[in-house]
């Protein structure tokens, strides 16, 4: 069984404040993901990272896949209060277009 | 582009009652998925469509689960009898194989509330 484990769980920030969170596995996925998920609606894409060691930035956003392909995170720079939701990450596994989503990490950004 | 549409957006039953949610994909999307969130964790694959077929079921509790997708575009999830820890949000999304990266598209979820 493939599992994500993502880590903090939970994180309570003040506004222009930096974050990392983390996301790992033993198990090695062809690609990787990141979802934003805010309360009401279901979770939306924000990147996707395919090659191990491989760096995606999304304006305020840094996505890191690990270089072995088993782990990854996510910085966010100058945190606002927009960025509060819940943090996926979800790893393309064996199978027809499977995807095995992390244990989540719930974001508090305070103005 | 509509999205994923589901229904209903809530649900409260009594345990041992039986519901059924609804969804439908976007329009196109060949592969359909069911998934049940429970509140604050990560979404857990229950079943897996491509087109009116399963793919994958292997998490599905199937004494009270079903799911069908009868002419490969909506579908409909049961649950009978329900379960006190059945309480959680059922999201629908749908992809393409187009789809770089494999992006799924979520609808907005049922709640579902057993007491």
């Known amino acids: 069984t493939q599992l994500l484990e993502q880590s903090p769980q939970f994180l309570s920030i003040q506004e222009g404040e930096n974050l990392t969170v983390y996301c790992n596995s033993s198990?090695?996925?062809?690609?990787l993901q990141w979802y934003r998920q805010e309360p009401g609606e279901g979770p939306v894409l924000l990147v996707t990272v395919v090659t191990g060691g491989e760096v995606k930035k999304l304006k305020r956003l840094t996505f890191q896949f690990g270089d072995a392909r088993k782990d990854s995170s996510l910085h966010i720079t100058a945190a606002q209060p927009g960025d509060t939701g819940l943090y996926l990450c979800a790893g393309v596994g064996t199978g027809f277009q499977k995807l095995v989503f992390g244990t989540g990490t719930r974001l508090l950004v305070s103005p | 582009e509509a999205g994923v549409a589901q229904s209903p957006r809530y649900k409260i039953i009594e345990k041992r009652q039986s519901v059924a949610f609804w969804c439908n994909p976007i329009?196109?999307?060949?592969?359909l998925y069911w998934y049940q969130q429970i509140l604050g964790q990560g979404p857990k694959l229950l079943i897996q469509?491509?087109?009116?077929?399963?793919?994958?079921d292997s998490q599905l509790p199937k004494d009270r689960f079903s799911a069908e997708r009868l002419k490969g575009v909506d579908s409909t999830l049961k649950i009978q009898p329900a379960k006190l820890e059945d309480s959680a949000v059922y999201l629908c999304?749908?992809?393409?194989?187009?789809?770089?990266?494999?992006?799924?598209?979520f609808g907005p979820g049922t709640r579902l509330t057993v007491l």
């Open positions: 999304a749908s992809s393409t194989r187009l789809a770089k990266g494999n992006e799924q598209f």
């Open positions: 469509f491509q087109n009116n077929g399963v793919v994958d």
């Open positions: 329009s196109g999307h060949a592969t």
């Open positions: 198990s090695v996925f062809s690609s």
